[in-house]
């Protein structure tokens, strides 16, 4: 799959971490459970979300290459030939 922005893909993912170890911390502690909870089920829920937006947004461009494809093959073949 090819990815345009792998910059962001990283920033992306790293603040994830730092927000899971931040619930990993709260949760050690004892305190807070509830936010440590919410905050897991809130990355895990942004990562399953940008990650099926991606893939339908990798399939459309699949089908859209496909028929730009078939398109280009009906107009070469529909196109006269020259005599020599």
């Known amino acids: 799959m090819e990815i345009p ?3 962001t893909w990283i920033i992306y993912y790293l603040i ?3 927000v ?3 619930a ?3 949760s ?4 807070m459970l509830w936010i440590s909870l919410m905050l897991v089920i809130i990355v895990v829920g942004m ?3 940008t990650l099926s937006g991606e893939l339908k947004r990798h399939a459309a ?3 859209m290459m496909k028929e730009i494809s078939q398109f280009n093959e009906i107009s070469v073949e529909t196109l006269p030939k020259k005599l020599p």
């Not at 050690?28 to 305190?31: A, D, L, N, R």
């Open 61 to 63: 461009r699949r089908a």
């Open 20 to 22: 899971l170890l931040w």
């Open 47 to 49: 990562n399953f979300y």
């Open 24 to 26: 990993v911390f709260l």
């Open 5 to 7: 922005g792998i910059r």
């Open 16 to 18: 994830s971490f730092v």
């Open 28 to 31: 050690v502690q004892g305190t």
